[in-house]
């Protein structure tokens, strides 16, 4: 399962790094963040509920840049 999310981070660099921090975060298949769009992509694994994967994805993403937002 693949969704789309808005997100707000300040630059490309953390947007970067956000991305890798998704990819390995339980449930995650692949991400992809683009900054431009302030877009973030994620495939979820088979089985994984979207609704318990992505708080755990803003969490490791907020380790990145504390003040970043993902609308899920
Ligand atoms: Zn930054």
Do not use: H, Q, W
């Not at 975060?25 to 991400?31: F, L, P, Q």
């Not at 490791?60 to 003040?67: F, L, M, T």
Request: aromatic residues 6%; glycine residues 2%.
């Amino acid at each position: 399962m693949k969704k789309s999310y808005k997100i707000e981070v300040d630059c490309a660099n953390c947007a970067a790094k956000m991305e890798d921090a998704t990819k390995k975060t339980a449930g995650v298949k692949d991400a992809n963040i683009n900054f431009m769009a302030l877009k973030m992509k994620v495939e979820f694994e088979e089985g994984a509920d979207p609704k318990e994967v992505m708080p755990r994805v803003l969490e490791a993403c907020r380790k990145v840049e504390d003040d970043c937002e993902i609308f899920f």
